[in-house]
């Protein structure tokens, strides 16, 4: 079972938790209800809850003229924790728009995206064949959307800045030696292309790799490993057993941690943390898919696991525990399934499922 950095311990000792609630676009507006009707399922197992519902993404941009209205981000601010769902992020540009997730990672300084990746064994007693964790830096690297576009003799030329700096690469290494340290094998992986990008990728190796010799001997039950990014690729998908915990710069692990999902089943069944020192955002990795959006067959599984990646990263993890545990059961018995893993339940079919075994 994935268990949080020992550090993160914010919330634990509060008598209620104000959480900020973002659907935002597609089935987000589907998966986070359900999300929300289990945390308050857990009853003493975690404090009072108090949700505020918020305003942010694609619809509201087409509606508002701002993807992330200032008074979501002012009302985080007031909150202990959040969920967000998905966006709807237009693959063309469109002037004025920029994806309020990117930004609110950014405002929140959310600089890590936890995101564990983990099968469910038929038998309770057995490893899981698939059990791995991607760190994935959330603040840099290509998403800092610095892009240019130009005219030149031989046509359009575009050009975009990618930006790594010791700090991020510092913080998000120390994250992921922190989360090893609570997993059996103990193993980080640098996942990189500094064999080609020999600057940024390079700095982004050569700072995590100094983590442990700053750590006054924290890190030394950890075993540090590396691996050129599209190697770790073909890798994962043959043999997924030799990794533990990943980290990764920004763009790296977001296509990492979408293709380990394939391990799993679906993407329906990923969760996600963006997670600060003292702020802590669950977010299920898939999409908004607008192709099933209203249809009422979204998997609510990937945000019912992040409410509880969420709680575990605040210190509540009686609560953590009991979602994942019902997750886990349903799964296994495999009888109430979305259609994304071969089932023909309804969200309400599968949240009712995870209700029963609460």
């Given at each position: ?6 550090r ?9 938790l104000?959480?900020g ?7 987000g ?5 359900a ?10 197992d ?53 994806s ?9 300084d ?10 469910v064994?038929p038998?309770?007693?057995?490893k899981?064949?698939?059990d791995?964790v991607?760190?994935r ?67 982004f190796r050569?700072?995590?790799r ?40 920004n ?6 941690s ?13 969760p996600?943390v963006?997670?600060?020192d ?35 990263f ?5 609560g ?6 019902a997750v886990?059961?349903?799964?296994r018995?495999?009888?109430v399934?979305?259609?994304d893993?071969?089932?023909?339940s309804?969200?309400?079919d599968?949240l009712?499922?995870v209700?029963?075994?609460?």
């Amino acid at each position: 079972m994935f268990r949080a950095p020992i550090r993160r311990m914010a919330t634990t000792a509060r008598q209620s938790l104000k959480i900020g609630l973002i659907p935002a676009d597609g089935i987000g507006k589907e998966v986070i209800p359900a999300a929300r009707t289990v945390l308050e399922a857990l009853g003493s197992d975690i404090p009072r809850l108090e949700f505020v519902p918020l305003l942010a993404g694609w619809e509201v941009f087409i509606r508002n003229g701002t993807a992330l209205p200032h008074e979501t981000v002012d009302a985080l601010r007031e909150c202990d924790g959040a969920l967000f769902g998905a966006v709807s992020s237009p693959s063309r540009r469109v002037t004025g728009y920029s994806s309020p997730i990117v930004a609110l990672r950014k405002e929140l300084d959310l600089y890590a995206n936890v995101r564990p990746v983990v099968s469910v064994a038929p038998n309770p007693e057995d490893k899981p064949a698939v059990d791995l964790v991607v760190v994935r830096e959330n603040t840099e690297c290509l998403y800092v959307k610095q892009e240019q576009l130009s005219n030149t003799e031989n046509g359009k030329e575009a050009r975009a800045t990618r930006l790594i700096t010791e700090r991020a690469s510092r913080r998000i290494g120390k994250m992921a030696f922190e989360i090893a340290l609570g997993r059996p094998r103990k193993q980080v992986t640098i996942i990189h292309k500094s064999n080609v990008l020999s600057v940024t990728d390079g700095l982004f190796r050569e700072t995590i790799r100094q983590v442990p010799a700053e750590a006054n001997g924290r890190y030394d039950s950890v075993k540090l490993e590396e691996q050129i990014v599209d190697s770790a690729v073909y890798r994962l998908f043959r043999e997924p057993q030799i990794y533990d915990v990943m980290v990764a710069p920004n763009l790296y692990g977001d296509i990492i941690s979408d293709a380990a999902a394939a391990l799993v089943g679906s993407l329906g069944l990923v969760p996600s943390v963006n997670a600060g020192d003292n702020f802590f955002m669950g977010e299920p990795v898939h999409g908004s898919a607008p192709d099933i959006e209203g249809k009422g067959i979204a998997n609510p599984l990937a945000a019912i696991r992040s409410a509880a990646l969420m709680l575990r990263f605040q210190g509540h993890t009686t609560g953590a525990d009991r979602i994942d545990r019902a997750v886990d059961q349903v799964i296994r018995e495999g009888q109430v399934l979305t259609p994304d893993l071969g089932g023909k339940s309804s969200t309400d079919d599968v949240l009712n499922a995870v209700l029963k075994k609460l």
